[in-house]
């Protein structure tokens, strides 16, 4: 088996190698649906015999052909995704027979009705409230839409087989991400937070679900195999960061590598692709439309309000990876999450006493000089 550094930066390459993999899967006559959030249940597209591939953008180079269609003031996920989609350097995005967003953020929305000048869209419809039966009762109609929207363009019928088959699959994928990120509970850690984030982010790029979950498996066992014969990749004393606030997919790199070039170590990812999407399970009891919208209502993002469970979750993430610090990243124009900084701080300082950084970004290089010294800062007064 190849070495642990070769194994994460085979899940960072995972987005260029997918790159062949569903042109070979869209030949081979399957179906590619392109999605944009956490709350776009996947069990349906798997049971509809198709792929599910993430079109956020994550990286600044299509955001000059995207500001000469939005406002430059916007949120560079949503302008990198639309650049991509724009001038077709996304094979994802052009491989995709139908792409399926959420009104979540106003940005997004509005960026959805112009995907739908480029290639069929189905927008769902995600309540801003998931306390409350109305809420719930409209969110589970909206996951039976998607699911003959899919039955009709695609001419599959999603069996209750075939549903069933689809939740047991993703929730033991869900399972096995957990056991993974979890080694961080060690103390040392027996790997850097940038590795967690290389292989979290990688997962989205590959398309075989039961691929990923031996991948996974074969690569916990093996990174617990090395700890318990000595390897301690971060020193003892490393300060614990938790990591929260917008997706991280174009500033992992300036901001976790700056965290630990620092002396500190990310043990904790609570964004949208480590803890808040993997914690909760779809409940295999229960009819599997009703669980499926249980577990992608609850999901705490800050386009919800209120918004209560995402300080409750933080604060149990706190607790449990004995952490000692958190930054929270706000991508620019992110309205939802920049507002509730000042409840997160709160939560961070006055609950549990400890430090909080905010960190304001786009996907530019520009501001990597000033974010290393911030958090070289944040670091230094923790030690």
């Not at 930066?9 to 649906?33: H, I």
């Not at 350097?89 to 000048?117: A, I, R």
């Not at 990688?202 to 195999?225: C, H, M, Y």
């Not at 609850?298 to 469970?309: E, G, L």
Request: charged content about 30%; aromatic content about 8%; glycine content about 8%.
């Amino acid at each position: 088996m190849k070495s642990l550094p070769e194994i994460f930066d085979g899940f960072s390459d995972a987005r260029k190698e997918g790159f062949l993999k569903v042109k070979e899967l869209k030949e081979s006559g399957k179906n590619v649906v392109g999605i944009f959030c956490t709350y776009t249940p996947k069990e349906l597209i798997i049971a509809a015999d198709a792929i599910a591939v993430g079109l956020c953008g994550t990286s600044e180079d299509p955001i000059p052909a995207a500001e000469k269609e939005l406002p430059r003031n916007l949120c560079p996920l949503i302008k990198s995704s639309y650049g991509f989609a724009l001038t077709d350097q996304c094979p994802y995005t052009y491989f995709s027979d139908l792409l399926v967003g959420e009104t979540t953020c106003d940005g997004k929305k509005k960026m959805y009705e112009l995907l739908g000048d480029m290639k069929p869209m189905h927008i769902m419809q995600l309540p801003q409230n998931y306390n409350d039966k109305e809420s719930f009762d409209m969110w589970e109609s909206e996951i039976m839409k998607l699911k003959e929207r899919m039955e009709e363009q695609f001419g599959v019928k999603i069996t209750d087989e075939k549903i069933r088959a689809a939740i047991r699959l993703v929730n033991e994928e869900r399972k096995v991400t957990k056991e993974f990120y979890e080694l961080s509970l060690l103390n040392p850690p027996p790997l850097k937070g940038l590795d967690m984030q290389k292989t979290l982010e990688g997962i989205k790029f590959k398309f075989e679900r039961t691929q990923i979950i031996d991948e996974l498996k074969a690569l916990t066992k093996k990174v617990k195999s090395e700890y318990e014969a000595g390897h301690r990749p971060v020193p003892e004393d490393a300060p614990r960061i938790l990591v929260t606030g917008c997706p991280l997919g174009g500033v992992a790199d300036k901001v976790i590598k700056a965290v630990e070039d620092s002396g500190g170590v990310v043990v904790c990812y609570e964004n949208c692709g480590g803890v808040k999407s993997n914690e909760r399970l779809v409940d295999e009891s229960k009819d599997p439309y009703e669980a499926i919208a249980e577990k992608y209502i609850s999901i705490p993002c800050s386009v919800m309000s209120p918004n209560d469970d995402r300080m409750e979750l933080l604060s149990e993430m706190v607790e449990k990876y004995n952490i000692d610090g958190v930054v929270e990243i706000i991508l620019q124009a992110c309205h939802t999450y920049n507002v509730e900084t000042i409840e997160v701080k709160k939560r961070v300082n006055g609950k549990h006493g400890l430090p909080y950084l905010c960190l304001e970004t786009d996907y530019s290089k520009s501001d990597t000089g000033q974010i290393l010294t911030r958090i070289g800062a944040f670091i230094e007064m923790m030690g």
